[in-house]
C-alpha cells in the first residue's frame, strides 16, 4: 500500500442474517449489507461519505473498525489488517459514533482525565476544544443535553490528535456557528496531516469541508470524486433569457443526452440541467436569440439528489 494511503477498503461485502435448511425448509434470512465496495483515503484528506438510511454507511464504519465481521475483501488501516492488527489501529484512531454512548455517572472533567490514562490528551490543543465547544464539564454526562453530550464526545474524539478519524453525523445537535469553528478545526487538522473519514447527512457540510466524496446506495459505490470535479463535470444549472416571449422548442433540447430538464419559469426564462460536458448544449443554442445566460455549478445536494432518482 502506497504511503500516503490510510484507509484501504477492498472488495468488502458483509451480509446480516442467516439461511438455514430444516428438513425440507429454509429459515432465516440474509440481508445483503454492503456489496463489492472498495475504495481508499489518502493521508490529510476528508473523504466524504454518503448515502441515504439504509445504504450501507455505518456498517463500513463499524467493518473498518472491526466492530463486525465480514464475509469477504479486505480493510487496511496504515497499512495494518484491520482484524488481526484492530487494537494497534485503535491507538491511533478517534471515533465519533452516530450514536453516542458516553459512562452517564461521569463528568466532562472525569471523563477527558480517564480517556487521557490511555490515549495522552494534548492539553493545549484541549484548551482550544473548550472554547469552540462551550460546554460544563463539572455536570454529570446524564444531567447534559443531546447536543452537549455531542460537544463531550468531540472533544475526547479530537483532543489527543489522533492520526485519523472517523466520525458519523458529527454535526447534529450543534449550533450553526459552532459548527462552522468545529469546520475550522477540521481544516486545521488536515492541513496538520490528520486524515478523517466523515459521514454526513448535512450535504451542505461534506461541500464545504471535504476533498473528496464517495456516494453509496443500495450497499454499492456508485461514485468517487473530487468535489470540485464533480461540481464542475456531473451537472449545471443554466439560466436563459429571452429577449421577449418566443418559441423555444423544450421537446427538442430534451433530446440531448446533456440535458437533464427543461422548465420554463415564465414566458420569457427557462432553467435547465446540464450533466458533463456542456459543449452540446452551447452548440445546440448558438442560432438562438438569447438575452443572457448564465450556468453555475450544481450544488452537492443537486448533484446527489440526481444520482438517487
Known amino acids: 500500500m502506497s504511503n500516503d494511503v490510510v484507509l484501504q477498503v477492498s472488495n468488502l461485502t458483509k451480509i446480516y442474517g442467516k439461511k438455514i435448511d430444516i428438513k425440507i425448509k429454509k429459515v432465516g434470512k440474509e440481508i445483503l449489507a454492503v456489496n463489492n465496495v472498495s475504495f481508499s483515503v489518502k493521508k490529510g484528506e476528508i473523504f466524504g ?26 480493510i487496511t488501516v496504515f497499512g495494518l489488517d484491520h482484524n488481526k492488527d484492530s487494537i494497534e489501529i485503535r491507538k491511533r484512531l478517534g471515533y465519533i459514533p452516530g450514536e453516542l454512548g458516553l459512562y452517564e455517572d461521569f463528568t466532562g472533567e472525569e471523563l477527558v482525565k480517564y480517556v487521557d490514562n490511555f490515549r495522552p490528551i494534548s492539553q493545549e490543543f484541549l ?47 450543534l449550533d450553526p456557528l ?21 459521514s454526513s447527512h448535512d450535504l451542505s457540510e461534506v461541500q464545504s ?21 464533480l461540481k464542475r463535470k456531473f ?11 418566443q418559441a423555444f422548442d423544450e421537446e427538442e433540447i430534451m433530446k440531448l443526452d446533456s440535458v437533464i430538464s427543461c422548465e420554463r419559469v415564465n414566458n420569457t426564462t427557462l432553467v435547465l440541467k446540464v450533466k458533463e460536458n456542456i459543449s452540446e448544449f452551447l452548440n445546440w443554442i448558438k ?16 448533484i446527489f439528489l440526481h444520482y438517487y432518482e
Do not use: W
Not at 454518503?50 to 464475509?71: D, V
Not at 460546554?135 to 492520526?163: C, D, M, W, Y
Not at 459552532?178 to 466523515?198: C, P, Q
Open 49 to 74: 461519505f454518503l448515502g441515504p438510511n439504509g445504504a450501507g454507511k455505518t456498517t463500513t464504519m463499524r467493518s473498518i473498525l472491526n466492530y463486525l465481521r465480514i464475509q469477504e475483501g479486505s
Open 127 to 173: 484548551k482550544e476544544l473548550r472554547t469552540v465547544f462551550r460546554v460544563s464539564f463539572t455536570q454529570k454526562i446524564r444531567s447534559l443535553s443531546h447536543g452537549n453530550k455531542q460537544q463531550i464526545g468531540l472533544i475526547l474524539a479530537l483532543a489527543s490528535k489522533p492520526e485519523f478519524l472517523i466520525l458519523d453525523e458529527p454535526s447534529i445537535g
Open 178 to 198: 459552532m459548527t462552522a469553528n468545529f469546520h475550522k478545526i477540521l481544516r486545521k487538522l488536515r492541513e496538520e496531516g490528520i486524515t478523517i473519514f466523515l
Open 209 to 229: 469541508i471535504c476533498d473528496r466524496v464517495g456516494i453509496i446506495k443500495e450497499g454499492k459505490i456508485i461514485l468517487i470524486e473530487e468535489i470540485e470535479i
Open 235 to 245: 451537472l449545471q444549472n443554466v439560466r436563459i433569457k429571452l429577449p421577449s416571449p
Open 287 to 302: 442560432d438562438i436569440d438569447i438575452l443572457r445566460i448564465t450556468i453555475e455549478d450544481a450544488s452537492l445536494e443537486e
